[in-house]
């Protein structure tokens, strides 16, 4: 089976589609030791790739780590104003892994990291239907009329919120806290809705990605999750 490079390199875990055709841009991919030209360039699994003169090989099993993402951290492999990356919490002999999803850089909680582009892209695509659970923290009061508005769908600035539901959990001293749950995973969307009703978030922390849950995951901490054979 012959496959785009970029995707290739994408499916092994090496780096983004986008990274790939800024490489070939750089030459500095090669394909059974020639130089690669052109990011439609297809390979097989039977053609030797290189990268920087490194063998990139893709790998049958799929692996799969949770990280617990602490605040003030970005979910990039590199950030041009030298902000801490998820990245830098990983040992340095685990290499080859890609985030799935992002969380932004004052939100923590539940970060799924895998050696495979295409499982991270179905984890990712609204298509796969994948829920996402969050738990928040806000000052601000909360009314019963404003929860049934998002439960029904709400569209904030053009942007439509239609597969959100929220829940009132708990009142603590003078914080309430709030349960998200969502499948679209759409750009600062529960910021935009919390935002959109004077409420001002304390804490947002990410505790499920479909079956897989934060548990007691410390902040900064990591582990191994099952692995797949595809």
């Given at each position: 089976?012959?496959?785009?490079?970029s995707?290739?390199?994408?499916?092994?875990?090496?780096?983004?589609?986008?990274?790939?055709?800024?490489?070939?841009?750089?030459?500095?991919?090669?394909?059974?030791?020639?130089?690669?030209?052109?990011?439609?360039?297809?390979?097989?699994?039977?053609?030797?790739?290189?990268?920087?003169?490194?063998?990139?090989?893709?790998?049958?099993?799929?692996?799969?780590?949770?990280?617990?993402?602490?605040?003030?951290?970005?979910?990039?492999?590199?950030?041009?104003?030298?902000?801490?990356?998820?990245?830098?919490?990983?040992?340095?002999?685990?290499?080859g892994?890609?985030?799935?999803?992002?969380?932004?850089?004052?939100?923590?909680g539940?970060?799924?990291?895998?050696?495979?582009?295409?499982?991270?892209?179905?984890?990712?695509?609204?298509?796969?239907?994948?829920?996402?659970?969050?738990?928040?923290?806000?000052?601000?009061?909360?009314?019963?009329?404003?929860?049934?508005?998002?439960?029904?769908?709400?569209?904030?600035?053009?942007?439509?919120?239609?597969?959100?539901?929220?829940?009132?959990?708990?009142?603590?001293?003078?914080?309430?806290?709030?349960?998200?749950?969502?499948?679209?995973?759409?750009?600062?969307?529960?910021?935009?809705?919390?935002?959109?009703?004077?409420?001002?978030?304390?804490?947002?922390?990410?505790?499920?990605?479909?079956?897989?849950?934060?548990?007691?995951?410390?902040?900064?901490?990591?582990?191994?999750?099952?692995?797949?054979?595809?």
């Amino acid at each position: 089976m012959y496959i785009r490079i970029s995707k290739y390199l994408s499916s092994a875990g090496f780096c983004s589609r986008r990274d790939a055709e800024k490489l070939i841009i750089e030459k500095k991919i090669k394909i059974n030791n020639q130089i690669c030209i052109h990011p439609s360039h297809k390979v097989s699994e039977l053609d030797v790739i290189k990268v920087n003169n490194k063998i990139v090989k893709k790998s049958n099993i799929i692996e799969l780590w949770k990280l617990h993402k602490p605040i003030k951290y970005i979910c990039s492999t590199k950030d041009n104003l030298g902000r801490k990356t998820i990245f830098d919490l990983l040992p340095k002999n685990l290499s080859g892994l890609i985030s799935v999803g992002r969380l932004d850089y004052m939100s923590e909680g539940l970060i799924l990291l895998t050696n495979n582009g295409d499982y991270s892209r179905y984890l990712e695509h609204p298509s796969s239907n994948i829920e996402r659970t969050y738990r928040v923290c806000i000052n601000s009061d909360v009314n019963n009329n404003d929860l049934k508005k998002i439960n029904k769908g709400i569209t904030i600035k053009e942007v439509s919120y239609k597969k959100v539901e929220v829940i009132f959990e708990k009142r603590l001293k003078n914080y309430n806290w709030l349960v998200f749950k969502l499948k679209e995973g759409k750009n600062r969307e529960i910021r935009n809705i919390c935002n959109n009703f004077s409420w001002n978030i304390v804490k947002l922390i990410r505790i499920g990605y479909g079956p897989y849950k934060l548990g007691k995951l410390k902040s900064g901490q990591f582990t191994n999750l099952k692995a797949i054979i595809k």
